[in-house]
């Protein structure tokens, strides 16, 4: 009998290719990409994930002990705003970029005539973050970077695209978003930096104070100011990027090839401004984040003056989703080490994954680790349609309406999610765990920045309400969950089905309340709302997943969806003691071992 994967053939979580120990993702690509797109991308993925599960998850390690520190002078005081990075770091990035990690999405790989639909890079992403969460934050923001200057720029900073979309480490740059200032935080139009046009120059000047910038040094930072007599609040906002080098005395942008074979800018080739320390960050460390001080630093316009909060909102969008994907990435990394190290870890004469609460606890690991993915590649592929169409002349209306208020969600609940289970990972270690020498240490650590970065959960909760009253985006909502619904037709699914049905009718009740409640009232229930909505969309997913393993003979999904609705939308007596459920026993090699089922055993 196929029991799954056998976990306790492994010491941990490392040595592995983690695109094989994935069939989650390998299914949700394979259902989003089209054939021929699922076909060139399965043998890159595996020798990617071959490549995190090797040398970026040994070099992860070595970097969260030294990672990159601040030479803001130099030994004659003057201005270079070096940061030094370790051996290990530029390893992992020349492996990850020159796989193709942001290129392939922007430009046509190699043996295709057109890009990958971003979906393909947050896979990547999700990929990286299995072993550097911190790493992904660049890489997410070089992705938004270039979808910024491919949408809104003119030509005239060609060169920062091609840099941004290298497929060729030393002809890349990289790019940043500095958006937070010490005042606004979260309220952007409050933002205090200043762009002044200098006609003797022909170049903009920033002048301002950006609190936490990441990937302070990147040479493709893109940057939110207001110029003179722009009116206030983020209607007066306008975007620029500014390099890392002063642009009239680097030919070009200061490329990482640059950087490696010339060393550190000269201090009169740094731009004007001041990198004055790096934050002494709980986790991330891969990443250097840090306060900037413009001090007049040359900057080029991206697009029209007074659009940068609206052009930021697409950069956005994409961070929203990366941040996503690197939640569920490390969901799947705790996922994995907890399975193998429960599958060895023997207490009383049996190794522990032989226990009923651990056997449960592993199931429903494994089944918020499905939900996540489902939900987060879906809106992934309601990204990537609306930007094909959008490269193609099309609008994909209904897509964007949808993906507005899925983008949100899916963000703010992954990221609570990553930092749960990464928590209870260290839990099922033990000691073990919660000391630095265990990855699973240095996993929690990087989650729990994950429900800061691109907003907060009450930030994002206010976003869900203004998707729904701006876009009417419960339209296209409901459209997807009734015709999810509509394709479950198996049997064994239906008393499911009918829940997700019933839920359905509740939400919009819920959606009907707020639409008629007081602004304080719909701020109120926004939060609860923003994760009702998570819920019933998700359990729709799976069921119509779990239809399709029905007709292929494989119940697997089918457990997976029914224990996802028990879970999340069911209201259970006596908190579920007198039901008499034993899935967690009785489905434990299928669930969490990927064991496939057949039609007799669901029955069962």
Excluded at 71 to 87: I, S, T, W
Excluded at 244 to 256: F, I, N, R, V
Excluded at 379 to 403: K, P, Y
Excluded at 588 to 595: E, T
Aim: aromatic share 8%; charged share 25%.
């Amino acid at each position: 009998m196929n029991t799954g994967i056998d976990y306790g053939q492994f010491d941990d979580g490392r040595a592995v290719n983690y695109w094989e120990f994935d069939d989650t993702l390998e299914r949700e690509l394979r259902r989003i990409y089209t054939g021929a797109e699922f076909e060139w991308a399965a043998p890159r993925l595996a020798e990617f994930g071959h490549a995190v599960g090797h040398t970026i998850a040994d070099n992860a390690d070595y970097i969260d002990n030294h990672g990159p520190e601040l030479e803001p002078y130099d030994k004659h005081g003057e201005r270079q705003n070096r940061v030094r990075y370790p051996a290990e770091q530029l390893e992992n990035e020349r492996l990850a970029y020159e796989l193709g990690i942001v290129a392939d999405a922007f430009e046509a790989p190699p043996g295709r005539d057109e890009p990958m639909p971003l979906s393909h890079n947050l896979a990547m992403q999700y990929l990286l973050s299995y072993a550097d969460p911190g790493f992904d934050c660049p890489v997410a923001m070089t992705a938004g970077a270039a979808l910024v200057l491919e949408k809104f720029d003119d030509g005239l900073l060609s060169e920062y695209y091609e840099g941004l979309t290298s497929r060729n480490y030393d002809d890349l740059i990289e790019g940043a978003m500095f958006l937070t200032e010490k005042q606004g935080g979260s309220d952007v139009g409050a933002n205090e930096t200043r762009a002044e046009y200098d006609a003797d120059e022909g170049c903009w000047r920033l002048d301002g104070e950006k609190w936490f910038c990441s990937n302070i040094d990147a040479e493709g930072t893109l940057a939110l100011a207001r110029t003179d007599d722009a009116p206030e609040g983020t209607a007066g906002l306008s975007m620029f990027l500014v390099p890392h080098a002063d642009p009239d005395l680097e030919s070009g942008p200061y490329t990482k090839g640059d950087r490696l074979e010339d060393g550190p800018l000269s201090p009169e080739g740094v731009n004007d401004q001041l990198y004055r320390r790096l934050k002494d960050k709980l986790g991330t460390i891969s990443v250097p984040t840090g306060e900037v001080e413009f001090t007049g630093a040359k900057a080029h316009l991206v697009g029209e003056q007074e659009r940068g909060f609206k052009q930021m909102a697409e950069m956005l969008n994409l961070e929203r989703l990366s941040n996503a994907a690197a939640s569920c990435g490390i969901i799947g990394r705790v996922g994995l080490e907890s399975k193998i190290y429960a599958a060895n870890r023997e207490a009383f004469g049996e190794t522990i994954d032989q226990y009923p609460l651990m056997r449960a606890d592993l199931v429903d690991m494994a089944v918020d680790h499905e939900a996540a993915v489902a939900y987060v590649f879906e809106a992934a592929r309601l990204f990537s349609a609306r930007e094909q169409a959008q490269r193609a002349g099309d609008t994909a209306d209904e897509a964007s309406r949808l993906m507005r208020l899925l983008i949100p969600i899916a963000k703010l609940r992954t990221a609570r999610m990553a930092v749960e289970t990464a928590s209870y990972g260290m839990e099922i270690h033990g000691g073990n765990g919660y000391v630095d020498d265990f990855v699973t240490n240095r996993l929690l650590r990087d989650a729990q920045v994950l429900p800061i970065w691109e907003g907060t959960e009450n930030i994002l909760s206010l976003d869900v309400l203004r998707a729904l009253e701006r876009e009417d985006a419960h339209e296209p909502l409901f459209d997807a969950i009734e015709g999810r619904l509509e394709n479950v037709s198996h049997p064994a699914l239906t008393a499911t089905a009918e829940t997700v049905e019933a839920e359905s009718h509740d939400l919009a009740s819920a959606l009907a309340t707020l639409a008629g409640a007081d602004t304080e009232y719909a701020q109120l229930s926004a939060k609860r709302l923003a994760h009702y909505i998570f819920d019933v969309f998700t359990a729709a997913l799976l069921l119509e997943q779990a239809q399709t393993g029905l007709e292929d003979g494989n119940s697997r999904l089918a457990l997976v969806a029914q224990r996802f609705v028990t879970n999340e939308l069911e209201a259970q007596s006596a908190r579920g003691i007198t039901s008499g459920d034993r899935l967690a026993l009785e489905a434990f090699d299928s669930i969490v071992r990927y064991a496939p089922v057949d039609l007799e055993t669901l029955e069962r």
